[in-house]
């Protein structure tokens, strides 16, 4: 079984929605909690909402003007991004994420990214806020297929992937060939996405080195 293609305006569509639930998350989230360590690298909660806005902002123009800046360093990049749009207040960062709500700007990649990082950022703020998931199981199908078919260098999870093939335990959905990995959908997009997972959520000869992280 595979799953269905979307197409690009049912992509955006999820990308819209997806902003919104998070907004609507967030919008009674005070105090302390926005520091909490999120589930991405070094950054915070408040961290990774800079992130959004930034990259909702980021056409393929920007983009490439933000690398010209960063040296062609991806990750520098990206830290100068969250530092031009982190607030000292966490409720401005809010104000202005709920500016950007509607855009469709992209980056020089297919607009499955931008719904790669709606969900899996999502993830990275609520997880650690203790908010439970409740993702379209089509925009998470459409981020997994689009993250294992990518390359690391284009911000992709293909090379992390090989060798595994992974089995979503709701619909039985499949991707990939060789050493079975098992789980709900969302947590096999965040291990493949380089995200800690906690034991037990994975399953199967293959978790392990899924799960393995850089």
Same mark, same amino acid.
């Given at each position: 079984?595979?799953? *269905?293609?979307?197409?690009? !305006?049912?992509?955006?569509?999820?990308?819209?929605?997806?902003?919104?639930?998070?907004?609507?998350?967030?919008?009674?989230?005070? %105090?302390?909690?926005?520091?909490?360590?999120?589930?991405?690298?070094?950054?915070?909660?408040?961290?990774?909402?800079?992130?959004?806005?930034?990259?909702?902002?980021?056409?393929?123009?920007?983009?490439? %003007?933000?690398?010209?800046?960063? *040296?062609?360093?991806?990750?520098?990049?990206?830290?100068?991004?969250?530092?031009?749009? *982190?607030?000292?207040?966490?409720?401005?960062?809010? #104000?202005?994420?709920?500016?950007?709500?509607?855009?469709? $700007?992209?980056?020089?990649?297919?607009?499955?990214?931008?719904?790669?990082?709606?969900?899996?950022?999502?993830?990275?703020?609520?997880?650690?806020? %203790?908010?439970?998931?409740?993702? /379209? !199981?089509?925009?998470?199908?459409? !981020?997994?297929?689009?993250?294992?078919?990518?390359? #690391? /260098?284009?911000?992709? /999870? $293909?090379?992390?992937?090989?060798?595994?093939?992974?089995?979503?335990?709701?619909?039985?959905?499949?991707?990939?060939?060789?050493?079975?990995?098992?789980?709900?959908?969302?947590?096999?997009?965040?291990?493949? /996405?380089?995200? *800690?997972?906690?034991?037990?959520?994975? #399953?199967?000869?293959? #978790?392990?080195?899924?799960?393995?992280?850089?």
């Amino acid at each position: 079984m595979t799953a *269905k293609k979307l197409s690009t !305006s049912e992509i955006w569509a999820l990308v819209h929605d997806e902003r919104q639930r998070l907004l609507d998350d967030l919008a009674s989230l005070h %105090g302390p909690r926005w520091e909490l360590p999120s589930l991405c690298g070094d950054w915070t909660v408040h961290d990774v909402l800079a992130h959004l806005v930034h990259t909702a902002k980021t056409g393929k123009l920007a983009f490439i %003007g933000g690398m010209v800046r960063a *040296k062609g360093d991806f990750d520098r990049a990206n830290e100068d991004g969250v530092r031009r749009w *982190k607030r000292e207040d966490p409720q401005q960062t809010l #104000a202005d994420f709920r500016q950007v709500l509607d855009l469709r $700007r992209t980056p020089p990649a297919h607009r499955a990214t931008r719904l790669v990082e709606a969900i899996v950022h999502g993830e990275d703020i609520r997880r650690p806020l %203790g908010i439970p998931d409740d993702y /379209s !199981s089509a925009a998470v199908y459409e !981020s997994l297929a689009y993250q294992l078919r990518t390359p #690391a /260098s284009f911000g992709g /999870s $293909r090379e992390r992937a090989e060798g595994c093939r992974l089995i979503a335990t709701d619909t039985g959905v499949g991707w990939g060939d060789g050493l079975e990995v098992r789980g709900k959908p969302i947590d096999l997009l965040l291990a493949v /996405s380089g995200r *800690k997972i906690a034991p037990g959520l994975l #399953a199967g000869p293959g #978790a392990d080195h899924l799960t393995e992280i850089d």
